[in-house]
């Protein structure tokens, strides 16, 4: 045999894998603490329809490591690197986005394997060298923050600590989230390419129009695309709302506007289909179940970045019950794994965020464990993890609490008109949780029935039941926030909702709450303890023996409270939830701890609602 001949294929292939793609990597960002730090590769050239699929059968994952921090981050396919801007749909452009949380060095490797379905192996040695940029090493330098005020990045990431409340890990503050849960469709946006219009849902956010700020100009794309839904979160973040939620799949269900996939078939054809309402097969016929839109998550980016600047909670909500069982047709397989690290990978950066594994979900709970244990290994940064089920069915949780699954807390549902059933179920979960010995952190993310919920302004102007039974029901609960659904019954619902002034009036009411939590109560520290109070329909919140919350609702003038019996001497100041305002006297300015005592009368209105705060 010719010796040459053997050898120079071989060190052909060699150099061909080592070599094709052995240009530096581009590194962008601020390259700051807690910002968002984009390391992009030059790797094979390829399209979201290539016929080996790019986002299935390749590989990239970078471990960044500094001292004793290690992250492993899943990678992704960026077409021409620029996407948002171009709708490019090839290229040759591959990317890791990763959020440091440690200033100085930075070591990273590149792992990029390629092999049938290599995207959701367990084990990712499983694939063979892909090539370019697999093998690769380098370094980084980040320094602090310069961000202040309500930007997340001055905060730093937000983690679930093992204990009721969410944490910053820059300035150890805990989270108290106030927010819209609707509009459930707010992705489905003409901004963004492929839009479509089933059901008449596309939103344009035009009345927001009005509120998009100048800074917001480099979030934009396509020529200013954009401005309006940048609007509407700003927007948000002047009523000092900082949560909001999102649906990023919704095929076959109530929109069915929201996928990140590509079409098999024209938008005309898929819109003629969806609009029958008795249609509900398009994800088995329409799509490419393991393909992804490119240049469409590429402007979410732009608006989850956006968000990011303005304090936001980005509450992903990946599936709802008429989706949750359509890929792998309900059994937790590639569609379903694929999906999730096209998530993670795109978006897990972002600081302030949960993972809710479904709305409505009515899954078998072992698969729901399935898709916990996938998502909560495959993010390198343990986002808070939750799931949403009926309210009829909240006793799916006594089977996920605990070390039974990594999820750390639930997202409830409730159903009454008049809000009376936020508070004791709050307080139920709450219980059964913390008896575990792993504490949930829990939000009420859709209270009300479907029907009416939060009405908007113009049909409820003082909002007096969504205020004391939902808002202060959920807090003094020991819930660490809520997000308001809109009914079907009014204008601007949970799927029509384009204008959040709708409900402007009671935006109010909600910034008063939680400044009266952020600026008065270490309440990461207390409990919910109505059974201090000597009635049934007060609520309270304590750390005993130093300071004690009451909550009076409407037409409950006082009630007695037991301090205990230390002698010790607490003062009493009110505060009124429907106007906010500074602390003020009421009929009782001291007491003494001597077992029941009363908290007197608040200073004025004594038929409407009140909070005195004991310490």
């Known amino acids: 045999m010719n010796l040459a001949k053997l050898i120079l294929p071989l060190l052909l292939w060699t150099f061909l894998l080592t070599s094709c793609g052995n240009s530096e990597p581009e590194i962008t960002g601020e390259l700051k603490k807690w910002h968002r730090v984009t390391i992009e590769f030059d790797g094979p050239e390829t399209s979201e329809m290539a016929e080996e699929n790019p986002f299935l059968n390749y590989r990239l994952d970078i471990t960044f490591v500094n001292g004793d921090e290690k992250f492993v981050v ?49 084990d ?10 697999d093998g690769a090493t380098g370094t980084f330098s980040i320094a602090s923050s310069d961000k202040a005020g309500i930007d997340n990045r001055a ?30 469709n707010l992705l489905a946006y003409d901004g963004f390419d492929v839009s479509t219009n089933v059901l008449d849902f596309k939103k344009s956010w035009e009345p927001h129009a009005k509120d998009f700020p100048a800074e917001g100009e480099k979030y934009l794309w396509q020529g200013g695309k954009g401005k309006n ?10 009523e000092d709302l900082n949560v909001f939620s999102f649906l990023t ?57 956006y968000a990011e600047t303005q304090g936001m909670f980005l509450h992903f909500k990946t599936h709802e ?32 965020l949960n993972w809710n594994l479904g709305e409505e979900n009515n899954q078998p709970i072992p698969e729901v464990i399935k898709v916990a244990n996938y998502v909560h290994d495959l993010d390198p940064y343990k986002h808070h993890l939750v799931i949403h089920t009926f309210p009829n069915q909240d006793d799916r949780y006594t089977e996920l609490i605990g070390n039974q699954s990594p999820l750390t807390g639930a997202s409830l549902q409730l159903t009454e008109t008049d809000f009376h059933d936020v508070h004791g179920r709050v307080l139920k979960w709450r219980h059964k949780s913390d008896s575990t010995g792993k504490q949930w952190a829990l939000a009420v993310d859709e209270p009300g029935s479907a029907k009416f919920a939060l009405l908007p302004d113009d049909e409820d102007m003082e909002h007096d039941f969504a205020r004391g039974n939902a808002l202060w029901g959920t807090l003094m609960a020991g819930g660490y926030g809520l997000e308001w659904y809109f009914g079907y019954s009014s204008p601007n619902s949970d799927l ?13 009411q909600n910034r008063h709450a939680r400044h009266f939590f952020e600026s008065y109560l270490p309440f990461w520290e207390m409990d919910p303890a109505d059974e201090l109070t000597s009635d049934s329909k007060s609520y309270c919140f304590a750390n005993p023996g130093s300071v004690y919350v009451v909550y009076l609702p409407m037409g409950l003038e006082t009630t007695l409270i037991d301090l205990g019996n230390s002698g010790d001497e607490f003062s009493i100041q009110w505060y009124n939830p429907r106007e906010g305002g500074e602390l003020v006297a009421g009929s009782v300015e001291k007491v003494q701890a001597n077992t029941k005592v009363s908290i007197g009368f608040p200073p004025a209105d004594k038929e409407k609602d009140w909070v005195a705060i004991i310490h």
């Open 229 to 238: 839904l940048l609007g509407a979160i700003h927007y948000l973040a002047t």
């Open 124 to 133: 990712p040695s499983q694939g063979q060298s892909a090539g370019y940029m």
């Open 155 to 184: 905060k730093g990431r937000l983690e679930y600590v093992g204990e009721p409340y969410l944490q910053y890990a820059e300035t150890k503050e805990y989270f108290i989230k106030i927010g819209v849960d609707a509009p459930e």
């Open 496 to 508: 029509t909702c384009q204008d959040f002034r709708s409900r402007d009036l009671f935006w109010d």
């Open 249 to 305: 799949f919704n095929v076959d269900g109530d929109d069915r506007n929201v996928f990140p996939y590509l079409l098999k078939v024209p938008v005309s054809e898929y819109e003629a289909y969806s609009n029958d309402k008795k249609n509900k097969k398009a994800w088995d016929s329409m799509f490419h179940k393991t393909r992804f839109d490119i240049s469409k998550m590429e402007q979410w980016e732009r608006v989850f970045d």
């Open 74 to 122: 899943p990678g992704f396919y960026a077409a021409d690197g620029n996407a948002a801007e171009t709708s490019a749909e090839a290229g040759n452009k591959w990317m890791v986005r990763f959020s440091p949380n440690k200033t100085g060095e930075w070591n990273y490797s590149v792992s990029f394997k390629t092999g049938d379905q290599i995207a959701v192996a367990n």
């Open 321 to 352: 019950t008429e989706t949750d069982h359509l890929m792998d047709q309900g059994v937790f397989g590639t569609e379903g794994k694929l999906y999730y690290r096209e998530l993670i990978a795109r978006f897990g950066h972002h600081l302030s």
